[in-house]
């Protein structure tokens, strides 16, 4: 019901920049918030920013004050601006929909594809 195209990644050096974008598409049902998430080999996957559709903000610690996200309600998009890059950022980011399916009371998360973040020392 939620399909998920992320665009960005790649490879940069360590304090250089990437911007990260996913849009989202839905058929039935209205998406609640949109996020990113990351997961390095043999790592969990970890909360790196999400935002709700009312504004609200929420950044995993290890990135508050270099990565930004930013969200467009009405394109069901959201970017994710990443600053200061460091090696430990190397990852694959995947992003995230919570959704609320029509005729349900309860969220899904919907994941996309992931993409590969390398940062080189």
């Known amino acids: 019901q939620v399909r998920l195209v992320e665009s960005g990644g790649g490879l940069v050096q360590a304090g250089g920049s990437l911007r990260l974008s996913c849009a989202a598409s839905?058929?039935?049902?209205?998406?609640?918030?949109m996020g990113w998430y990351r997961q390095a080999p043999g790592n969990q996957r970890d909360l790196v920013a999400r935002i709700t559709s009312d504004g609200s903000i929420d950044y995993g610690d290890s990135v508050k004050g270099r990565f930004t996200i930013s969200g467009d309600n009405a394109e069901n998009t959201v970017y994710l601006q990443m600053n200061s890059l460091k090696p430990e950022d190397t990852a694959v980011y995947y992003c995230?929909?919570?959704?609320?399916?029509?005729?349900?009371?309860?969220?899904?998360?919907?994941w996309g594809q992931g993409t590969q973040v390398t940062v080189s020392s």
């Open positions: 839905i058929s039935r049902g209205n998406i609640n918030a």
């Open positions: 995230a929909a919570d959704y609320q399916p029509r005729g349900y009371n309860h969220n899904t998360r919907a």
